[in-house]
């Protein structure tokens, strides 16, 4: 090899396991007598009195949808996935489930 030459090295990417998805996903805790759990699988569409979402509920505990969230979405059947309006009063907070901090 020459000066000018650069070497390449061989992508080590995994063929068997499933694409990973991009899409931000969120956790949303609604207002309700009993305190359900939204997963949302797109970006969230926040108008002035709502917050349009498409996702599935979930009744796993928040740190096992935190931890393993994309199983979880994974294994959801087509069938429970639906486009929802929420107003901003029956939610109580947003979790970005992508996020990491350092």
């Known amino acids: 090899m020459s000066n000018n030459d650069i070497a390449i090295g061989m992508s080590t990417r995994n063929l068997n396991s ?3 998805s991009l899409k ?5 805790y609604l207002n309700d007598k009993n305190n359900n759990l939204f997963v949302a699988l797109d970006k969230l569409d ?3 009195n709502c917050v349009l979402v498409k996702g599935f509920f979930c009744s796993e505990s928040e740190n096992i ?11 959801v059947k087509k069938e429970n996935i639906v486009e ?9 907070k947003i979790k970005n489930l992508v996020f990491k901090s350092k």
């Open 18 to 20: 499933p694409p990973v």
């Open 24 to 28: 931000p996903s969120y956790l949303i």
């Open 46 to 48: 926040m108008q002035s």
């Open 65 to 75: 949808i935190s931890s393993g969230f994309n199983e979880i979405i994974n294994s």
């Open 84 to 92: 929802i309006y929420f107003p901003w009063h029956k939610i109580n």
